[in-house]
């Protein structure tokens, strides 16, 4: 039964990089970036599960961490095409 879970958690993983490929928009591209990290996070926990090394959760939410710190980041990269200012930033130059 186990192996079922973690074959079907790695199927989930190869639709969401097709998805990834596939995708129209930058945004669609960066959803299934998003959906696969998240299935990489269940996918560390079930096997942490399965193996009975519990310390594999802790590296499960520090991943979870990364990549949703690394979704905003890309987004908003593409959203303002600077990492560097902030939304201040953008308006002092707007009125100068």
């Known amino acids: 039964m186990v192996e079922f879970t973690i074959l079907l958690i790695l199927l989930s993983m190869l639709l969401a990089l097709i998805s990834a490929a596939i995708g129209e928009t930058v945004y669609d591209k960066i959803l299934a970036v998003n959906i696969f990290g998240t299935i990489t996070v269940l996918f ?3 096997y942490g599960f399965v193996t009975g090394r ?34 201040t930033d953008r308006e002092q130059d707007i009125d100068i």
């Open 44 to 46: 560390i926990a079930v």
């Open 54 to 87: 519990p310390d594999f959760l802790d590296i499960a939410l520090v991943y979870a961490l990364i990549s949703f710190v690394t979704t905003i980041a890309v987004l908003k990269f593409f959203e303002y095409g600077d990492m560097g200012k902030s939304s």
